[in-house]
């Protein structure tokens, strides 16, 4: 499709309103994805996957490749099949591997049926997540219960002044949906959810819909909740949110949570690429968005420079006490210094920071910048929504839009490792905050008693021989994938709960008055 004589391709995929989407495979007419995406189906009958392959073509339209379809009632159960299937419009052909499987990770019932209600099924699920069975499946990290309840006061989305309100459960690739209630603002679905967790560090999200049948769903609200946030067996009433998780919409959804988890392979879990969520999310432009990114990354910027101001005043003598105490800290350390002492210092600054916090002096700020900025953000988004039908042609000069797409990530990503390192340090999720102290502890007596050649060796020949080990393992940075895990500031205020009104205040039930 281009120039060159090659192509960058990818593949979109679609089951409903299932919609994944591959990576690019630049420059090369026989791509090798080695990609895996989870479709539910809930059609006894079975189902057609529409499956496109397009060229991705930087500041101008993609280009189409070529279109094919799975027939999936031609198949049969429990059973992997290789499909070469040529493309229709187009030239080449994909070679898909399709399995239909009855899913063990995830189901649906209704309330009264409930593993952990039942005995014998809780102490069986305890007992696999129990510590004593820490490399019993390192990738199983443990059990996720959602009980979705009811919902009350939900917007009107139809002309009757009722909606037709349904609720998706996702967990990464996970995604379940109950049924529709037609023609309520107050339904309920009383339907539990079971997950498998992969990594603790997810999160759920909770999205109420109105279903159309003429067109795509309309959106009511939408929550996001940590896992590791979650109280157990306590029925919560969330106030809903805006499709970005920056304020409230009408109406709360009850829901009552539970999760076991294996803390020793969630921490294994951790130091591992963080799992690819495939539904396509298109990218977009935004002024206040991109405004809100250049923010960030100047205040993570700042710090720095103001490091720098620091150290540069105690060259300068502009506070002799302070330069004085400086230049006697400077001799200790450089005469003393030893490798161990840098994880050393780390571990100091999360203890001292963890005692200002258990002490009531707690030096974390809330972000109300960022809070301000995404709110503004929405704003702005229904603005260039609005503003789009009339200035359509501004949308096909791509080649503007594609740089200033890349410049608005790449700030999102600046912004979001530093903000991230210093959550990391401020204890806003203690798990992660813990796993860091450990992992420091581990460091500081491993440079101690070890000589700096002999851990360079180790790594080298680790680094070396990975690839001859295992061919296909994907190489990662274990420092990376723990701080990917530690959410942004964006991210805090996005899982932050709203508090309800007070005659929503739900009543905390105890599991065994559920059923």
Known sequence: MDSNGLSDPYVKFRLGHQKYKSKIMPKTLNPQW?????????????????????????????????????????????????????????????????????????????????????????????RRYSPLRIFHNLKDVGFLQVKVIRAEGLMVADVTGKSDPFCVVELNNDRLLTHTVYKNLNPEWN????????????????????EDR????????KVAIPLLSIQNGEQKAYVLKNKQLT???????????????????????????????????????????????????????????????????CFDWDSPPRSLAAF???????????????????????????????????????DTV?????????????????????????????????VCISVQNILDEVASFGERIKNTFNWTVPFLSWLAIVALCVFTVILYFIPLRYIVLVWGINKFTKKLRSPYAIDNNELLDFLSRVPSDVQVVQYQELKPDPSHSPCKRKKNNLG
């Not at 003429?214 to 609200?221: E, I, V």
């Not at 495939?278 to 910027?301: D, H």
């Not at 200002?356 to 030096?363: F, H, P, V």
Request: proline content about 1%; hydrophobic content about 40%; glycine content about 4%.
């Open 191 to 210: 339907k539990i959810f079971t997950f498998n967790i992969k990594d603790i560090h997810s999160v759920l999200e909770v999205t109420v819909y109105d």
């Open 370 to 402: 960022v809070e301000d900025m995404l709110e503004d953000e929405e704003e702005e988004d229904d603005k260039d929504d609005k503003d789009s039908e009339k200035k359509g042609f501004i949308n096909k000069i791509y080649a503007i839009q594609e």
């Open 247 to 313: 304020g409230p919409t009408k109406g709360v959804i009850y829901l009552e949570i539970d999760v076991i988890f294996n803390a020793v392979k969630a921490s294994l879990r951790t130091l591992i690429p963080k799992e690819q969520k495939y539904i396509e999310e298109e990218n977009r432009l935004s002024k206040q968005l991109l405004l809100r990114n250049f923010i960030r990354m100047k205040r993570c910027v700042m710090v720095l420079v103001n490091a720098a101001y620091y150290v540069n005043s």
């Open 214 to 221: 003429d067109r795509s769903a309309d959106f009511l609200g």
């Open 328 to 366: 006697v800290l400077f001799l200790f350390v450089v005469w003393n210094f030893e490798l161990y002492m840098i994880p050393l210092v780390l571990l100091l600054l999360l203890t001292w920071n963890y005692f200002l916090i258990i002490s009531g002096k707690d030096n974390r700020q809330r």
């Open 34 to 126: 080695r990609e895996q995406f989870d479709f539910h189906l809930y059609e006894e009958r079975g189902g057609i996957i529409d499956i496109t392959a397009w060229d991705k073509d930087a500041g101008k339209r993609d280009d189409f490749i070529g279109r094919c379809q799975v027939d999936l009632s031609a198949l049969s159960r429990e059973q992997t099949h290789k499909l070469e299937l040529q493309l229709e419009e187009g030239e080449g052909h994909l070679v898909l591997l399709v399995t239909l499987t009855a899913s063990a990770t995830v189901s649906i019932s209704d309330l009264s049926v409930n593993s952990l209600e039942d005995q014998k099924e809780r102490e069986e699920i305890l």
